[in-house]
């Protein structure tokens, strides 16, 4: 096996953020729980869950319209689904804990199974299998943006909902769900990390979750230590990155007037 | 409970973490039997997509045979989906197509017949949807104004001064469209590439966390 100055630095990389999140799921598992700063769009979702509890009507849940295992070349992207996923995880076990229904839909078959295993995870840790009905979990289309937007209008005109929870990989199609949400005034929580959708989030909705928030949302939806470890790893792995850039910045300036070579890739 | 404890999330997760390092390495243009690994897993993942896909289909085509068996709100669009999964699938398979030699099967449903129904029925609706963006656009920028939330003032003005600078006259101003530019290269992309580094900070640790069996949300406990 040949390994290129490429796949050694993937491996460093790798290896340096592996020694990271172990390091810290230690420290949260020994109670050095981080200090979060408020997020007012979750505070509208847990509103949701427990009004939803009390009216009895769905919450809806979507990771949006991207593909598990879409990369390069394709709209949405992996980490963006995980993120996605792991939020509707997260709510589906609130919701079932505190018996408030939800409705799950998804644009991609393998996020769908991984959704439906996921919800009737929820129910059976809840204890409550006998709530859990396979068919709240849906598959409005297969990586067609459009077709699933029109999906999830339907959803909304079929039935009343507490409250909509987009949180995934959204991009232009948002704005026909989101604006669609708003004149029926349902409660939208919403988040993704792309440039094209956020300002139409923003637009639409206040509760807006902006770029990384969207991998930190199941931290503040859990009172789980390990769950809160991914903020710490986020946050030392962002101090570091402004480290160098702030560092690169300096050393830039400093170059000529000292004779240094410049930054390779500058 | 600890996953070294929990052999059936222990199996999962280092499956899962292999799996994933060796597709993780062939990013890096690794050569040899580790490219040769990589490979075959992603053939895997491509096999195991196509059967999801065969469950996602069974599963919508089930949901919507219920809708108009029990003549649920709004069947008459199930039926019409059911028609055309039908149809789509059936054209995509049976359609005879013409060779020099007679008559022959579509090879795939990327066939002539199923790219002309895509063409004519599907390409019309979807452009139709996304011309509807304009006015949902104007729609959901008129009610954040009246919402008065800071953030949408901010996102409405700088669209406004955009498009009118943009203008041609307004262009043809000397230092406009030096202006423009400039905030375009630095201001525009340093607001761009934060939000980038920290997406892309949250994905790096959202995929090591996978990897390492921290979060899985492919595994049926």
Known sequence: MFLTPEAVLILLLTLVVVSLTWLHHARTLAGHLPARRPLPALDALRAALAQGAETGRALHISPGAGLIGGGEGTRGTTAEMIAGLNTAERVAAESALNGAPVLVSSADAVAHLALRGAVRQAYQVAGQTQDYDASRVQLLAQSDDLAYATGVTALYARQPLEASVLIGSFGQEFLLIGEDGAQR??????????????????????????GEEIFAAESYLTPQPSAQARLLTQDALRTVVIVLVLGGFVYGLAAPALGLPPLPGL | MSILRDPKRLIAAIIAGVAGLFVLVDFGGVTGPSALVAELLIEWAAVITAVALLIGILSVAGSHVQRVRLRR??????????????????????????TSTGFELPSSLAEV???SFF??????????????LAFFSLSAVLRALGRGSAEAIVIVT????????????VTAIPGVGSTLQWMNDYIA?????????GSAIGALVAGVRVLLGFDMPYIDR
């Not at chain 1, 637009?203 to 979750?209: G, R």
């Not at chain 2, 992309?189 to 580094?197: D, K």
């Open chain 1, 185 to 210: 005034d349902l409660p939208q929580v919403v988040g993704t990390t792309g440039t094209v959708a956020l300002p139409l989030m923003q637009l639409t909705t206040p509760n807006t979750l902006i």
């Open chain 2, 73 to 98: 709100a709004d069947w008459p669009f199930s039926l019409v989906l059911l028609l055309g999964l039908i149809s789509v699938i059936g054209v995509g398979i049976f359609f005879p197509l013409p």
């Open chain 2, 113 to 115: 017949p199923i790219r």
């Open chain 2, 119 to 132: 063409r004519t029925v599907y390409e019309p609706l979807a452009a139709s949807l996304l011309a509807l």
């Open chain 2, 158 to 169: 700088v669209a406004v001064v955009v498009l009118i600078v943009q203008l041609p006259i």
């Open chain 2, 189 to 197: 992309v340093a607001g761009a590439r934060g939000l980038l580094i």
